[in-house]
């Protein structure tokens, strides 16, 4: 008997619907293959080889004996450049010259050994790729690795290479390398090379590198910077900008206290002067105030509006290059772009030209400002990002926040041109933990020596307070005082400033470290400014030291729904239900997280 053409139809239907699944899971297999193999790192092998080692008595090659790997944004001769997107890839034909940064490596003895993943068009730092995956963060597995140089820090991170290429226009090579625990270099605007990279805002665009050592960082700044070997040059003076730390997350004690520990320590008797960059931005740049009436309701606090508006010029002005770059491809193409990336495309396209010209006359007031505040070997100090790396699948309206302030800090050498180098300072709930240290314009060499000298200091006082921290003894056991600070974190959270707050009940945790509520309550104050990463972690320090907390189960649940972990957020609020049945918050959010989930 012969099957009806419905019934066929729905054979084969299964059939295709069966093969597609298994190809499905064949790639999937495939891919896991690929990340095991190299964290998901790269998206192309070749191999460029130095030329032989001159004869004696002439040096060896600066770089001989080590291995790179180059960000899919530099052209390699004979391989296209994918620019993070397939469709860019596929109407695209293969480079017909190698990158000058690339080449100079190359000459300088290095071997290239692949081209690395990278985010989509260059814009995000978040380092996720729908099209190929996100390269897994070596040192926090859970978390995204940064962007738009994803592939190129983790290659350095996992240790697949001994250095990497990137580029940073807003902060492309400092976030990657802070949320990857490693060394980050942006230089001078202007001072390396962009010739052979896709631009994204020449106004901009740097092309940056990755290491684990100093050593290899200065090694290769001095190939790529061109620049000879002199003797090192102290830092006169050291700004600590504080308004810039209070956009921080991490406590007190575990940023600003080892930056300044660290450098007391590494050089003699330095000018330490602490300052609100933001103040000093609003009185010497005049042109920020056109940008004032953009600043919203953002986590920065009203006073310090200058970094809002530093941020929102950076911003625009990208936007637009971009456009000027791209928009006949994206119009033409119309290519398939992940979530956020499409966003940002689409404000760029619909930006116009009317407030560029202010834009640049920000960069060059803000260029001029802060090369005469770094005068006279100046070092800028301030936090490289706003927090520890947001944690993967964490939907993208939640990123919003941790972005504004990320940029808020980014946006100085961003627009000023200077030169800026993010270093590993430890550690904090098992996240890297990174500190930036800014020159001016030209003093690339000046930063790397002074990174150079302070980041062995740097690691270790990390690693004191850490190992201080985790073990509270009964010396610093103080009851007493950390009822008290949690009074003050309590006022503080009832005048609604919680940056306070947090500090208060931080305070309170150094003093009597096994008290849950005073984690439970810095949650909620974590919560109040929407750090829900930073409210997790600590309700489950709560947790393990009372499980009854109600309190913390229910900020947990909270943090976590907003997070997008709505099954743990759900198993939160049916245990808060089973300390407390009556509990209505609880109660509400089963049966909302039921729809979710169930329905």
């Known amino acids: 008997m012969f099957q009806s053409s419905k019934s066929m139809s729905s054979a084969n239907l299964w059939v295709l619907l069966g093969l597609g699944i298994a190809g499905i899971i064949l790639l999937s297999r495939r891919r896991m293959k690929e990340v095991s193999k190299d964290f998901g790192a790269f998206i192309q092998?070749?191999?460029?080889?130095?030329?032989?080692?001159?004869?004696?008595?002439?040096?060896?090659?600066p770089l001989s004996n080590l291995t790179?790997?180059?960000?899919?944004?530099?052209?390699?001769?004979?391989?296209?450049?994918?620019?993070?997107?397939?469709?860019?890839?596929r109407t695209h034909e293969p480079a017909t010259q190698t990158a000058t940064v690339v080449k100079l490596l190359v000459q300088g003895g290095a071997t290239c050994i692949g081209k690395t993943h990278m985010d989509e068009l260059a814009y995000s730092i978040n380092g996720v790729n729908k099209h190929y995956g996100t390269p897994v963060n070596p040192v926090a597995t859970s978390r995204v690795p940064g962007g738009s140089s994803s592939g190129s820090a983790v290659a350095v991170a996992a240790g697949l290479v001994d250095f990497a290429i990137g580029t940073d226009t807003g902060g492309s090579v400092r976030i990657p390398a802070a949320f990857c625990g490693i060394l980050g270099f942006r230089p001078s605007h202007g001072a390396v090379s962009t010739v052979g990279l896709v631009p994204m805002a020449q106004s901009l665009d740097t092309a940056g590198w990755f290491a684990r050592d100093t050593t290899i960082l200065r090694k290769v700044g001095h190939v790529l910077l061109q620049?000879?070997?002199?003797?090192?040059?102290?830092?006169?003076?050291?700004?600590?900008?504080?308004?810039?730390?209070?956009?921080?997350?991490?406590?007190?004690?575990?940023s600003l206290d080892v930056a300044v520990k660290s450098i007391e320590k590494a050089f003699l008797r330095?000018?330490?002067?602490?300052?609100?960059?933001?103040?000093?931005?609003?009185?010497?740049?005049?042109s920020l105030k056109a940008f004032k009436g953009e600043v919203e309701n953002g986590k920065v606090e009203p006073e310090n509006y200058a970094l809002i508006a530093l941020k929102n010029a950076l911003r625009l002005l990208q936007r637009f290059e971009f456009k000027t770059n791209h928009e006949e491809w994206i119009n033409n193409v119309k290519p398939d772009l992940g979530p956020g990336i499409a966003d940002r495309v689409s404000a760029a396209l619909q930006t116009t030209p009317e407030q560029i010209s202010l834009c640049l006359k920000v960069?060059?007031?803000?260029?001029?400002?802060?090369?005469?505040?770094?005068?006279?070997?100046?070092?800028?100090?301030?936090?490289?990002?706003?927090?520890?790396?947001?944690?993967l699948r964490t939907r993208e309206t939640l990123l919003a926040d941790f972005r504004e302030n990320a940029f808020c800090l980014l946006s100085v050498a961003g627009m000023s041109g200077c030169c800026q180098v993010s270093l590993p300072a430890g550690k904090h709930d098992e996240c890297p933990v990174a500190l930036s240290l800014i020159a001016r314009t030209g003093s690339d060499r000046f930063l790397l020596d002074t990174a150079n000298t302070l980041y062995p200091l740097l690691q270790k006082e990390a690693e004191s307070i850490a190992s201080a921290s985790s073990s509270i003894s009964t010396v610093t056991y103080k009851p007493e005082a950390a009822e008290a600070a949690k009074e003050k974190g309590n006022i503080a959270f009832k005048n609604m400033d919680y940056k306070a707050a947090i500090d208060c009940y931080s305070e309170a945790i150094q003093f009597d470290g096994k008290n849950a509520t005073?984690?439970?309550?810095?949650?909620?104050?974590?919560?109040?400014?929407?750090?829900?990463?930073?409210?997790?972690a600590d309700c489950c320090k709560a947790i393990d030291l009372d499980r009854k907390n109600i309190k913390a189960h229910l900020r947990r649940g909270t943090a976590r729904e907003f997070l997008g972990y709505y099954r743990e957020a759900d198993e939160d609020f049916k245990q808060a239900l089973v300390l407390e049945p009556t509990n209505k918050t609880a109660g509400e959010a089963v049966k909302r997280l039921r729809k979710v989930l169930y329905e």
Not at 270 to 286: E, F, R, T, W
């Open 227 to 254: 620049l000879p070997y002199t003797d090192f040059k102290q830092p006169r003076r050291i700004i600590i900008s504080d308004d810039c730390f209070r956009l921080s997350t991490v406590p007190k004690e575990r």
């Open 68 to 89: 790179f790997a180059v960000k899919d944004i530099f052209d390699v001769e004979g391989y296209v450049t994918g620019f993070g997107n397939p469709d860019w890839a």
């Open 45 to 61: 092998y070749l191999e460029l080889l130095p030329p032989p080692q001159p004869a004696p008595p002439i040096a060896p090659h």
């Open 518 to 536: 005073y984690y439970s309550n810095r949650a909620a104050a974590h919560l109040a400014m929407y750090s829900f990463t930073q409210a997790e």
């Open 363 to 391: 960069r060059d007031e803000a260029r001029m400002v802060l090369n005469e505040l770094l005068a006279n070997d100046g070092v800028l100090v301030m936090p490289t990002a706003p927090g520890p790396p947001p944690k």
């Open 270 to 286: 330095p000018a330490i002067v602490h300052m609100k960059l933001g103040d000093y931005m609003a009185s010497n740049i005049p």
